[in-house]
Protein backbone atom coordinates (compact mmCIF):
# COMPACT_ATOMS: atom_id res chain seq x y z
CA UNK A 1 0.00 0.00 0.00
CA UNK A 2 1.01 3.55 -0.65
CA UNK A 3 1.65 5.75 2.27
CA UNK A 4 2.11 9.70 3.28
CA UNK A 5 3.85 10.19 6.26
CA UNK A 6 3.61 13.96 7.84
CA UNK A 7 6.21 14.70 9.72
CA UNK A 8 6.22 17.09 12.72
CA UNK A 9 9.61 19.41 13.66
CA UNK A 10 11.30 18.39 10.50
CA UNK A 11 13.51 21.61 9.47
CA UNK A 12 11.93 23.71 12.02
CA UNK A 13 12.88 24.82 15.64
CA UNK A 14 16.44 23.75 14.26
CA UNK A 15 15.71 20.29 13.48
CA UNK A 16 17.21 20.45 10.05
CA UNK A 17 17.04 16.68 8.55
CA UNK A 18 17.98 16.63 4.69
CA UNK A 19 15.78 14.95 2.45
CA UNK A 20 18.52 12.63 1.46
CA UNK A 21 18.99 11.62 5.10
CA UNK A 22 15.23 10.78 5.49
CA UNK A 23 14.86 8.68 2.29
CA UNK A 24 17.83 6.65 3.57
CA UNK A 25 16.11 6.26 7.06
CA UNK A 26 13.15 4.87 5.20
CA UNK A 27 14.76 2.68 3.27
CA UNK A 28 17.09 1.57 6.35
CA UNK A 29 13.49 1.07 7.92
CA UNK A 30 12.56 -1.32 4.73
CA UNK A 31 10.33 0.70 2.60
CA UNK A 32 10.14 0.76 -0.94
CA UNK A 33 9.56 3.35 -3.36
CA UNK A 34 10.67 5.93 -1.37
CA UNK A 35 10.13 9.84 -2.02
CA UNK A 36 10.21 12.86 0.02
CA UNK A 37 8.64 16.07 -1.17
CA UNK A 38 9.44 19.17 -0.34
CA UNK A 39 11.49 19.88 2.32
CA UNK A 40 8.80 19.78 5.50
CA UNK A 41 8.59 16.09 6.74
CA UNK A 42 6.65 14.37 4.02
CA UNK A 43 7.66 11.00 2.93
CA UNK A 44 5.88 8.83 0.51
CA UNK A 45 6.75 5.10 0.70
CA UNK A 46 5.47 1.41 0.14
CA UNK A 47 4.64 -0.59 2.83
CA UNK A 48 2.24 -3.84 3.72
CA UNK A 49 2.27 -2.68 7.10
CA UNK A 50 -0.87 -1.32 9.14
CA UNK A 51 -1.21 1.89 9.33
CA UNK A 52 -1.14 1.93 13.26
CA UNK A 53 2.11 -0.02 13.80
CA UNK A 54 3.67 2.05 11.23
CA UNK A 55 3.47 5.22 12.91
CA UNK A 56 4.95 3.88 16.11
CA UNK A 57 7.95 1.93 14.45
CA UNK A 58 8.30 5.36 12.24
CA UNK A 59 8.74 7.49 15.38
CA UNK A 60 10.95 4.84 17.37
CA UNK A 61 13.33 4.60 14.52
CA UNK A 62 13.30 8.48 13.74
CA UNK A 63 14.00 9.39 16.99
CA UNK A 64 16.68 6.98 17.60
CA UNK A 65 18.79 7.94 14.49
CA UNK A 66 17.80 11.51 14.63
CA UNK A 67 17.74 12.08 18.57
CA UNK A 68 14.57 14.28 18.87
CA UNK A 69 10.90 12.84 18.60
CA UNK A 70 9.64 13.02 15.36
CA UNK A 71 5.52 12.77 15.38
CA UNK A 72 4.23 10.85 12.73
CA UNK A 73 0.94 11.35 10.83
CA UNK A 74 0.08 8.52 8.38
CA UNK A 75 -2.23 8.62 5.79
CA UNK A 76 -2.55 6.19 2.71
CA UNK A 77 -2.78 7.38 -1.09
CA UNK A 78 -6.32 7.58 -1.28
CA UNK A 79 -7.03 9.47 2.33
CA UNK A 80 -4.61 12.12 0.63
CA UNK A 81 -6.38 12.22 -2.75
CA UNK A 82 -9.68 12.52 -0.43
CA UNK A 83 -8.16 15.54 0.89
CA UNK A 84 -6.80 16.99 -2.18
CA UNK A 85 -10.51 17.00 -3.74
CA UNK A 86 -12.14 18.38 -0.30
CA UNK A 87 -13.12 22.11 -0.48
CA UNK A 88 -13.31 22.85 2.89
CA UNK A 89 -13.31 27.00 2.48
CA UNK A 90 -14.90 26.85 -1.03
CA UNK A 91 -12.41 29.93 -3.06
CA UNK A 92 -10.06 30.88 -0.33
CA UNK A 93 -7.18 29.08 -1.03
CA UNK A 94 -7.20 31.29 -4.30
CA UNK A 95 -6.89 34.60 -2.64
CA UNK A 96 -4.40 36.73 -2.29
CA UNK A 97 -2.03 36.27 0.46
CA UNK A 98 -2.25 37.08 3.90
CA UNK A 99 -5.23 34.52 3.51
CA UNK A 100 -3.56 31.38 4.04
CA UNK A 101 -5.25 27.53 4.44
CA UNK A 102 -3.62 24.64 6.33
CA UNK A 103 -4.54 21.01 7.03
CA UNK A 104 -3.21 20.00 10.45
CA UNK A 105 -2.83 16.03 10.87
CA UNK A 106 -3.93 14.53 13.69
CA UNK A 107 -3.40 11.03 15.35
CA UNK A 108 -7.49 10.78 15.70
CA UNK A 109 -10.73 12.70 15.19
CA UNK A 110 -10.93 15.66 18.21
CA UNK A 111 -12.81 14.76 21.08
CA UNK A 112 -15.88 16.98 21.99
CA UNK A 113 -13.94 19.42 24.27
CA UNK A 114 -11.03 20.00 21.78
CA UNK A 115 -13.40 20.54 19.07
CA UNK A 116 -15.43 22.99 21.10
CA UNK A 117 -11.91 24.77 22.06
CA UNK A 118 -11.21 25.03 18.00
CA UNK A 119 -14.94 26.36 17.54
CA UNK A 120 -14.04 29.02 20.61
CA UNK A 121 -10.90 30.23 18.52
CA UNK A 122 -13.15 30.79 15.15
CA UNK A 123 -13.81 34.49 14.51
CA UNK A 124 -14.12 37.21 11.67
CA UNK A 125 -10.34 36.00 10.97
CA UNK A 126 -9.80 32.46 11.65
CA UNK A 127 -12.03 29.40 10.89
CA UNK A 128 -11.20 25.99 11.74
CA UNK A 129 -12.98 22.69 10.50
CA UNK A 130 -12.64 19.47 12.00
CA UNK A 131 -13.18 16.50 9.26
CA UNK A 132 -11.83 13.15 10.92
CA UNK A 133 -8.62 13.18 11.63
CA UNK A 134 -7.86 16.67 9.61
CA UNK A 135 -8.23 20.63 11.49
CA UNK A 136 -8.77 22.40 8.53
CA UNK A 137 -8.01 26.58 9.44
CA UNK A 138 -8.35 29.48 6.83
CA UNK A 139 -6.42 32.18 8.58
CA UNK A 140 -6.96 36.02 6.84
CA UNK A 141 -4.50 37.49 8.29
CA UNK A 142 -0.85 36.37 8.57
CA UNK A 143 -0.19 37.64 12.39
CA UNK A 144 -2.75 35.69 13.77
CA UNK A 145 -0.89 32.68 12.07
CA UNK A 146 2.02 33.34 13.58
CA UNK A 147 0.52 33.81 16.92
CA UNK A 148 -1.46 30.43 17.23
CA UNK A 149 1.12 28.15 15.50
CA UNK A 150 1.05 24.66 15.95
CA UNK A 151 2.41 23.82 18.90
CA UNK A 152 0.33 26.44 20.46
CA UNK A 153 -2.83 24.76 19.25
CA UNK A 154 -2.17 21.35 20.25
CA UNK A 155 -1.22 22.62 23.63
CA UNK A 156 -5.15 24.02 23.57
CA UNK A 157 -5.98 20.90 21.76
CA UNK A 158 -4.11 18.37 23.77
CA UNK A 159 -2.95 16.48 20.89
CA UNK A 160 -0.44 16.47 18.14
CA UNK A 161 -0.97 18.47 15.09
CA UNK A 162 1.20 19.59 12.50
CA UNK A 163 0.52 21.56 9.43
CA UNK A 164 0.57 21.50 5.67
CA UNK A 165 -0.39 24.42 3.66
CA UNK A 166 -3.86 23.01 1.47
CA UNK A 167 -1.29 23.82 -1.61
CA UNK A 168 0.95 21.19 -0.98
CA UNK A 169 -1.90 18.68 0.17
CA UNK A 170 -3.39 19.16 -3.02
CA UNK A 171 -0.02 18.85 -5.06
CA UNK A 172 0.62 15.50 -3.59
CA UNK A 173 -3.13 14.72 -3.99
CA UNK A 174 -1.84 14.69 -7.84
CA UNK A 175 1.33 13.41 -7.57
CA UNK A 176 -0.53 10.35 -5.89
CA UNK A 177 -2.87 10.28 -8.32
CA UNK A 178 -0.95 9.84 -11.10
CA UNK A 179 0.48 6.90 -9.53
Request: aromatic fraction near 8%.
Amino acid sequence: MRYVAFLRAINVGGHTVKMDRLRELFEGMAFRNVETFIASGNVLFDSAAKPASLETRIERQLEHALGFPVATFLRTAGEVRELDALDVFPGAAELPKPHLVQVGFLKAPLPAPALAMVQSLCDDVNHFRAIGRELHWHSADRVTILRLTGPALERKLGAQVTFRSVNTVRRLGGLLARG
